[in-house]
């Protein structure tokens, strides 16, 4: 019904930059927005930044600065563009859509299967 992928991850060195995607299929439901969180091992997943209606951002204080979430409403995709990266930015990265059902709900259920970050030092 929707399907959510991102791709775009990889290993780079500390200072380096990736650009993360994220693509919908979304069926007959809207894209209000994007969230991109990331999850550590051993730690909880952890909100990253958000895209909204009108393309109003919100950013984890860990990334301000550094990380541009934009989004592509022609070809229902988010993109996470990461500068400036650190050794703590190591992470499986996710994707949630942020969706409006034919019925005008909120459904945030739909999550990308992640893609690995890896930063060296």
């Known amino acids: 019904q929707v399907q959510v992928a991102e791709s775009g991850g990889g290993l780079v060195q500390a200072g380096g930059s990736l650009r993360l995607s994220c693509r919908v299929s979304?069926?007959?439901?809207?894209?209000?927005?994007f969230y991109w969180y990331r999850q550590s091992p051993g730690k909880q997943r952890e909100m990253v930044a958000h895209i909204g209606s009108g393309g109003i951002t919100n950013y984890a204080d860990f990334v301000k600065g550094r990380f541009t979430i934009s989004r592509d409403d022609d070809n229902d995709k988010g993109y996470l563009q990461m500068n400036n990266l650190k050794p703590e930015d190591t992470a499986v990265y996710y994707c949630?859509?942020?969706?409006?059902?034919?019925?005008?709900?909120?459904?945030?259920?739909?999550w990308g299967q992640g893609t690995q970050v890896t930063v060296s030092s």
């Open positions: 979304k069926s007959t439901f809207t894209i209000h927005g």
């Open positions: 949630n859509a942020d969706l409006t059902s034919p019925l005008g709900y909120g459904v945030r259920d739909y």
